[in-house]
C-alpha cells in the first residue's frame, strides 16, 4: 500500500474514491504518525482518536452508500483558536485551559459538512499573538526540518503537522501573516483569503478587522479545494461578503501567460537574507519563463505598514481579550474583591506577550492618545489600502519574498520584540488592506531550510494568485521535498 501520510487532500481524495485504501486505513496512518514524530515536534495540542476513527467508519459506510462529498473520509487539523464543539480550545493559552465551546466554528462546520474528519487541535502562539509558536501557553513547536529552529507563527503548529505528514492539511488563521509566514518557514503551502471571504464565527478574536481564516495544505491544488468549502457568506457573520464562490479549483493552470506580476521595489530592502532574495530573484524570472509579465511598481508606504499594524492590532486585542475575566468561563483566580479577582485572574492567566499587546493597545485607546495613534493609524491604513489599489490597476500580482529569512533558532528573537515584530514585514499589508494572499515554497537556505515566495492579489482575488501559484509550483519541484524525520 501507498505512504498514505504522504498524501495531500486531492491525493487522499482520490484514493479514497477508488477504492486504494479507507477512510479508517487513512485516518490511523496520520494518528499513528503523530503519535511517532509529534513527540519531538509538538505541532498538537490535543488529538481525537477516537472520535476521528467513528468518524472515519462512518466516512467509508456513507461512501459505500454513494456519498460523494467532496472531503468525505479526509483527516485534517485545526488550529486551537477555532471553536469546536466537544473538544477543548484553549488558543494556546492557560487562561482557556479546560474550556469546551458549545458550538464549532463556521469554517470547520463546513469542513465536516464536506466529509472530512477531524484529527485533533494544533498549537498556536496564545492567542495567535506570535511569530514563531513560542508564545504558547502550553509549550513551543518544532520546524520538522530542524527540530532546534522555530516553525513561525502563530500557525505554526498546523504548519508543522502538514509539513511532517502529520495531517494532509490544516486550517490556521493570519491577522499579520499567521497563515504565510509558517507556512514559508516550514515548507507547505498558505493561503490567506481575503477579509469577509470566510466566515470568522467561532474563530477566537484577536484583532477582529485583521483576522482571517485560510488552509494549509501541500500543494496549492489541496489549498483550492480546502478555500472552495470554507468560502461564501455566513449569517453569523456580518463581515462575510455576499460574493460567489467561484471553482477555484478549474481556475487552476500550468501557464501564466497574462498574468501581470509587479515587483515592488520597496520589498527588496536592507536585512533580507541573502539566500531568500537570491530565490525569489530566481522565481521572478521562472514566472517571465512561464509567460507572465513581470512589473516594476512602487507602495512608497510600504514602510509605516507595521508601526500601523501594531497599533491597530494592539488596540482591537486590548478589547477582544477584555471578556476573559474569570467569570464566565476558563481560569478562575479568588481575590479579595471583584476588580482583585480580575487582576489575580488575568496576571495569572495570560503569557507576556499578551499582556504586552494589551497594555500597548490600552494605551493606544486611552483618553488624549486615541487621536495621537489609533486613529492616525486608521488613516495611515486607508493610505496603505490606495496604494494597493492603485497597483492593482497596473498588475494582478504583487510578487515578494514571505519572509526575510529562514527559520530562526528558538529563543534567538523571544527577548528582541522589534526582531520579532520585523519577520511580519512582508505579510501585515495584506491584512490591513484586506487583500488575498498566497505563500509557496521557492528553494531552501544553505543550511537546508525552506524559501517562501508571497503572491498578493486583491480583494476576492484568490482565483488569480491560485493560477501564479499554481503555475510556479508545476514548474518547480520544491512543494514535493520533505524533512527527514
Known sequence: MEQLTNLGVADARAGLADGRFSSVELTQANLQRIEEVDGALHAYLRTTPAKALEAAAEADRLRADGDDR???GVPLAIKDVLMTEGIETTAGSRILEGFVPPYTATAVQKLEAAGAIVLGKTNTDEFAMGSSTENSGYGATRNPWDAERVPGGSSGGSAAAVAA?????ALGTDTGGSVRQPAALCGVVGLKPSYG??????????????????????????????????AGADSHDSTTLPADVPN???????KAEGIRIGIPQEYFVQGIQPEVEAAIRIAIEQFATLGAEIVPIQLPSTELALPVYYMVVTAEASANLARYDGIRFGLSVDGETIFDHFRQTRGAGFGPEVKRRIMLGTYALSAGYYDAYYLKAQQVRTLIRQEFERAFTEVDVVLSPTSPTTAFRIGEK????????????????????GLCGISVPCGFDGEGLPIGLQLLGPSLGEEVILRAAYAYEQSTDWHLRRPNL
Do not use: H, W
Open 165 to 169: 505528514d502529520e495531517a494532509p492539511a
Open 248 to 254: 477555484y479549483a478549474e481556475a487552476l493552470s500550468e
Open 197 to 230: 471571504r470566510v466566515s470568522r464565527y467561532g474563530l477566537i478574536a484577536y484583532g477582529s478587522s485583521l483576522d482571517q481564516i485560510g488552509p494549509l495544505t501541500k500543494s496549492v491544488v489541496d489549498a483550492a479545494l480546502l478555500l472552495q468549502v470554507i
Open 70 to 72: 467532496p472531503l468525505l
Open 414 to 433: 523571544v527577548d528582541d520584540p522589534m526582531a520579532m515584530i520585523l519577520t511580519d514585514i512582508f505579510t501585515t499589508t495584506a491584512n490591513l488592506c
